[in-house]
Nanobody
Framework: QVQLVESGGGLVQPGGSLRLSCAAS????????MGWYRQAPGKERELVALIGSGGNQNYADSVKGRFTISKNNAKSVWSLQMNSLKPEDTAVYYC????????????WGQGTQVTVSS
């Protein structure tokens, strides 16, 4: 089992920055991929960014060049630095941990609200 707790959400003006963090506990040695997803009102949950154990990163086109995902070597904390925020970035952000062996399992945090508004 893996437990995830997010922090760092809030209200920010357009063009501003926020940093989200996800703290993992439990069987963190089993985590293969760490990531962030978001869900805006009336929309499906979507991928924001992923980072693998080796450090390779993947981003949604809508956030490339503005958001950066990072992790510590222990895979116990990963973060999402969000710059140049836009109103369309407003959503509940969820951190995700993916375990691939022996079976694929996704773990989710409780979500943190990010609101971009003037």
């Amino acid at each position: 089992q893996v437990q995830l707790v997010e922090s760092g959400g809030g209200l920010v003006q357009p063009g501003g920055s926020l940093r989200l963090s996800c703290a993992a506990s439990g069987s963190i040695f089993r985590i293969s991929v760490m990531g962030w997803y978001r869900q805006a009102p009336g929309k499906e949950r979507e991928l924001v960014a992923l980072i693998g154990s080796g450090g390779n990163q993947n981003y949604a086109d809508s956030v490339k060049g503005r958001f950066t995902i990072s992790k510590n070597n222990a895979k116990s904390v990963w973060s999402l630095q969000m710059n140049s925020l836009k109103p369309e970035d407003t959503a509940v952000y969820y951190c995700n941990a993916m375990v691939l062996t022996p079976t694929r399992v996704n773990y989710w945090g409780q979500g943190t609200q990010v609101t971009v508004s003037s």
